[in-house]
């Protein structure tokens, strides 16, 4: 006895084929505002423009980063700041800093950021001046510098949230705020 088998039709589809898809010939919906998005994002040449990270979440990533590589003693003991900065010249950077008096910021912790160590003999726990917040925004000033979005390994404390709204940043803080 003879075993018949089975016949299959096989259709060829090549990924050019127009409203198809590569994985089968099916067509696919899409949206007509988010055909204008993907079409909004296209250069002169045709291509795709990279996506541009907006300033609070380029700073939440490096506070996330920046926790993750933090040992359990630093978790602790210590506060590391991150915020996005433009310059007079309308330069973009990224600073870090750390809180205490000497300001080191480990490679592991800072990557390749700009290391800020604008430090004050007057500090104390009661001002906390040289809380790693405080640092940025003492530099920023310095340098005449506008900080774009600003954050901090723990919650931001009191007196760099009093800090923070005389400059007028408050609303620039991406990390929690102290009750």
């Not at 592991?108 to 640092?135: C, H, L, M, P, S």
């Not at 919650?155 to 408050?170: T, Y």
Request: aromatic share 4%; proline share 3%.
């Amino acid at each position: 006895m003879k075993i018949k088998k089975p016949k299959v039709k096989v259709k060829k589809v090549s990924a050019g084929s127009k409203g198809k898809n590569f994985t089968g010939g099916k067509r696919f919906k899409i949206s007509k505002e988010r055909l204008k998005e993907l079409m909004a994002q296209k250069g002169k040449e045709g291509k795709a423009k990279p996506l541009k990270l907006t300033d609070f979440a380029i700073v939440r990533s490096k506070i996330s980063k920046m926790q993750k590589n933090m040992t359990e003693f630093e978790k602790g003991r210590t506060t590391y700041g991150a915020a996005t900065v433009t310059l007079k010249d309308g330069t973009k950077e990224v600073w870090v800093s750390s809180a205490g008096k000497k300001g080191y910021v480990p490679p592991r912790i800072r990557g390749n950021d700009k290391v800020i160590k604008n430090k004050v003999e007057n500090a104390t726990q009661e001002n906390r001046f040289n809380d790693a917040e405080q640092t940025l925004m003492r530099e920023a000033d310095k340098q005449d510098a506008k900080i774009t979005a600003i954050g901090a390994t723990r919650d931001m404390c009191h007196a760099c949230q009093e800090a923070a709204k005389a400059r007028g940043l408050i609303d620039k803080v991406v990390t929690p705020l102290k009750k």
